[in-house]
């Protein structure tokens, strides 16, 4: 990992945030401005700044060259300030709707200054809450179909979508995900986080061959597939929503890569919260599981249908071909999502915040049922109503 | 497609090309030169320059600002000089014994000064001559097992191997195969170019849905599968050989693609080559292809047995996966390759200058039949001794 600090780059204190605010004319001139520093993730500072009279709020976002889960030991390239701001501006074109406004970058200080979102919630906050977010799959879906069709090769011209593949070059950031999703849970590592009443379960999975293979063919997508941009970390902590409205955040892991690999770990993260719940309250994710997969599959044949630059679209069982490998594909990344959440690095709160404890393990023990059985299961699925047997079965098992 | 030409091109004279090397010190400072543009391509000035006493030469290769073949009104990049030089340091890390060496490069001129293979033959021409060339598949299998294996993410570290995507990023000339190889053929396009009598095959070939829609499927893997740096265009053509050596030469198209590519172009070319020749003469050929399959996969298992990079190298049966897919994709790659040799732009002599007429026809309904069929049977063709059971196939359809 190189983390190549800029000689112009240097850490934004909260008074030294609004003074840039000041000098953007992002507010009048006599305005009283609050900040806050309120960055909850590792990798940035994030300054909220509101302005007292009105109201009205920016948030300056400034990557840090390191990441502070592990400390500055772990040096992180502040390039991915602009691939952040790259991405959101690109997927702009397609659903503005979806994603913040953004008001001004600055590569060299790795700052992006976008909308404040506070009126939202993280849909990760709000379903461990019992919140439905009645329309978030029906965005989400929306927001895959167009962000990832008009970035590939269906949808582009060959030779725009190769420029975009150079400028989203990130191999920072996805070596992240290729060790923290992709190899360290399958493997005895010490980036590995787990209950001790786990290790037998965990025991299985670094041993089970058959599942190893499918995980080694899953890297092999995520390391070479460059389908289309990528969020490439469309968890539920990456986006903002209420019952009317949802904004997708943090595209600082975006690159070209196997379509499935969104859809997939979106899942997983609705997946994640469906077994963090009791029975009866499950069912409202499942929806959102089916929804999210139909609005995608509807709105990505029509933009084929409509949009497509390449000949051979026209061309009879190619459309299904693609759906049903972007779908198998997705099956498989979800369950190396759900398996590395739950014993991986990086935790989720649906399952962590689980009490009491003996039911947070059986319920991290069903994770991990069901993540290996998606990961083998991937041809066996066909169908996003398939997901909630899978969940039913991981139960019994 | 962009031809960037820089303020400080211009095109080198064969006197121009005498003082380059003589200003570089490439020969002794009183030496007598003789030069000759011999450049038979269609995208490049090719100059032999030969000191008259010692016998000894150079090659000065400059790429020019447009393709030849159609006139000044198709321009194409000069970075292309670039990529080739690059390619060929690069594949000169790995297996120098069978790249020509690099003695000098200037990206702004796209100039690339080389060692002289006149005392080889261009291996098509070889083949078309009846000369067995005994090592040429041998040496051609250790090629492609090492140039792809160590540009790829088993052999190389995954941060190096995104940084050299990123310098082979190559639209221009990728957009030439995109196009001849796995697009005009396949439609009524206006730079298909093939003989009257053949119009019944083309029309079947253009209504075949079921043959388009494996032809996409590969052209997407072509687009999107940044497995290896191929060669990416590795005909008989592209390499000098003898009896005791071979050279491959031209990595122009070098970019990162499936592994298979670079192996189905070879194994089509020797194909063509196979089914110009009377069936008693066919039988090199054929132990050529077995050849470079075993030896490539032998050479292939050996670097990732000793030197693979990636952890899951070690789960059972990803080897094993990872060789079929390759064997797979090569089989459908060569199926393109020979349906666009002989009914697109780009022919080869070895179909072109068969003798009569009527015996040409034949052979390339022979050359149609056979690559429909290698599209079309990826999955039940699974060694290489099979090919030629698919070209007795063909000559009886």
Known sequence: MSAKKSSLYESLTESGAIALAKRLQLFEENSNLTCNEIGDGNLNL?????????????????ALPYAKVIGESYPL?????????????????????????ILYTDDQLAITIMEDLSRLQIARTALIEGKDLPLL???????????????????????????????????DLCKITEDLVFTDPFFNHDSNDYEPELGPDVERIWQDQALKLEVAKLKQKFLTKAEALLHGDLHTGSIFADDKETKVI?????????????????????????????TENQEVLYTHIETTWNVFAKEFTT??????????TKVDGYLEHVLSEIFEEAIGFA???????????????DLDSIQPYEKRIVTKQIALSLGSELIKNQKNITKPEQFKEYVKQAVTL
Chains 1, 2 share one sequence.
Do not use: M
């Open 46 to 62: 994030v300054f909220k700044l509101n302005d007292i009279e009105t109201g009205e709020g920016i948030i300056i976002k400034q």
């Open 77 to 101: 390239t502040l390039d991915r300030s602009r691939i952040e701001a790259t991405a959101l501006l690109k997927q702009g074109e397609f659903v503005p709707q979806y994603v913040p406004k």
């Open 137 to 171: 799959s029906k965005h989400i879906g929306e927001f895959l179909a167009k962000t990832l069709f008009y970035t590939s090769d269906y949808g582009l011209n060959q030779h725009s979508k190769k420029s975009l593949v150079k400028q989203f070059i990130n191999p």
């Open 250 to 278: 943090d595209p600082e892991f975006a690159y070209f890569g196997p379509i499935g690999f969104d859809i997939g770990q979106f899942i997983a993260n609705l997946l994640l919260n469906a077994i963090s719940r009791d």
């Open 303 to 312: 933009a084929w249908k409509k949009d497509a630059l390449e000949i051979f």
């Open 335 to 349: 369950g190396c999502e759900i398996i590395r959440r739950t014993i991986g690095l990086a935790h989720v709160a």
